[in-house]
């Protein structure tokens, strides 16, 4: 017969053998087989780098000569001093997302290219021509041109993505080849990360160097999650933040894309909104500082027929938390147009439900758009009367009014002169310009001195120019 204390020994010996493992606080195991030594992302890797491509991007500059037209250097240099143009190449990656080629990327990576080449894998490369860009998302789809049936990356939901989730980055850093890195996910919805007015990226520690650019995030399952866009670094290279666009993002502007459109359009709200700081929080008796403050509404807005208020916070949208503007404008972009969106609106600490149309900007007046030509410094500069339209397009408050920059030729007067896309032009010479029509007749009169009113980012410009 076992005595006492042997007893006890032998049940707690065989309380632990049931325990699970656990509970035997065995937290770190060393490999258990040669299987396990051998586990390797290397079949994920080759079922789906073949989509990730090269893209070389070359533009013509033109390099103005700074003798040309003195009388001294003609002299001992020749009567001719020509400007010069020389060629610039730019390199990023591309994810390719449909069999007959069509390629996802950066915006920055192709901007102001005269010639783009994708490279696959393999090394072939093709010429391709783009289909839709944007600089505000920083996005853009190209179509190469060929009739081949394209390996591809089937594109996942970002909104299943979570903090901690094991990720590779497949692109093509310093130009040095095809490189693979892994990391996890860091963060969500991170803001402020580009110029661009997409504040809703996804962050990770994957290595992500200059030339990744356009490449792809992709999860364990070999979907795609995001596009590489941007890393944190004073030094150029990889410490460990780099930042990818979300896939959610890019099946609509790829949608977009392929309904031949020329232009990417967001849902028009009507509405500004502003982050909420806690002591708004507090004035309001919200119980976090998060959400979009809605501080004016456009009259006719669908902000306004939907009920929207100043003063009102909008916390979720279609019932996903909406933790600052940036991300209420990422949760109706990627909603896509035609529909509506239900928000969650909070004032006063009641919440209440509201169903908001999601459809494009209206064009209140005509743009009559019109090009300034002749010897003035708006020479080169294409005008627009500004409507709710003109003003989403240009990334502007959709309640500005008036005669607007749309675009400056490079090299123009205008151009020289500092004139921008998105100036508002208020006054001229002390006459206010109240359409494109009497700008166009004011250019004409052609003064001795010009007194310019512009108003930029909302701060009012006076400039002379003679």
């Known amino acids: ?26 937290e770190k195991t060393v490999p258990q087989s040669r299987t396990d030594m051998q586990m390797s992302f290397a079949p994920l890797v080759k079922r789906t780098a073949g989509a990730v491509v090269n893209v070389y991007a070359e533009r013509v500059v033109q390099r103005t000569n700074p003798f040309a037209g003195d009388p001294f250097f ?23 997302v449909s069999h007959n080629g069509l390629v996802v990327t950066n915006n920055h990576v192709i901007e102001g290219a005269d010639d783009i080449k994708i490279a696959l894998a393999d090394g072939r490369e093709f010429p391709c021509e783009v289909l839709l860009k944007d600089d505000s998302v920083d996005l ?14 089937a594109i996942g939901n970002s909104d299943a993505v979570e903090v901690g989730d094991l990720v590779l980055a497949i692109g093509n850093p310093f130009g040095v080849g095809q490189t693979v890195t892994s990391g996890i996910v860091s963060a969500l919805a991170r803001t402020q990360v580009t110029d661009g007015d997409v504040g809703f990226f996804i962050q990770t520690d994957a290595s992500i160097n200059p030339g990744n650019s356009g490449g792809a995030l992709m999860n364990m399952n070999g979907d795609l999650i995001g596009i590489n866009t941007a890393i944190f670094s004073r030094g150029g290279g990889s410490n460990g933040i780099g930042f990818a666009i979300p896939a959610n993002l890019v099946k609509v502007f790829l949608a977009a894309a392929e309904d031949g459109k020329k232009s990417f359009e967001r849902p028009y709200v009507g509405a500004t909104f502003q982050p909420v700081t806690s002591e708004v ?26 009920g929207l208020k100043p003063g009102e916070v909008v916390t979720a949208a279609n019932g996903i938390a909406v933790e600052h503007p940036d991300a209420l404008a990422y949760r109706l972009t990627t909603a896509g147009l035609g529909g509506t969106a239900r928000l969650t609106v909070e004032e006063g600490g009641h919440s209440r439900q509201m169903e908001l149309a999601l459809g494009t900007a209206p064009e209140t007046v005509p743009r009559d758009e019109r090009l300034i030509d002749g010897r003035n410094p708006f020479a080169g500069s294409r005008i627009a009367n500004l409507s709710p339209k003109v003003a989403t397009e240009l990334h502007m408050p959709s309640d500005k009014t008036g005669v607007v920059i749309v675009d400056v030729a490079r090299g123009s007067p205008a151009a020289r002169l ?49």
């Open 281 to 306: 929080a507090e004035a309001l008796g919200l119980k976090a500082a998060r959400g979009a403050l809605v501080v004016a509404v456009t009259r006719g807005s669908p902000a306004e027929k939907a």
């Open 140 to 153: 853009a789809v190209l179509k190469i041109k060929a009739r081949e049936d394209f390996p591809v990356l």
């Open 418 to 466: 500092g004139f921008q896309p998105g100036d508002i032009l208020v006054a001229v010479n002390g006459d206010a310009v109240s359409s494109t029509k009497v700008m166009e007749g004011m250019v004409k009169d052609n003064p001795s001195v010009w007194r310019v009113e512009i108003e930029r980012g909302g701060q009012r410009i006076r400039q002379f120019f003679r």
């Open 74 to 96: 003609e002299q001992f240099f020749g009567q001719r001093m020509p400007n010069r143009s020389e060629k610039q190449s730019s390199l990023g990656s591309g994810v390719i």
């Open 1 to 26: 017969m076992l005595s006492l204390p042997k007893r006890a020994s032998l049940c707690l010996l065989g309380l632990a053998l049931l325990l699970p493992l656990p509970a035997l606080a065995q």
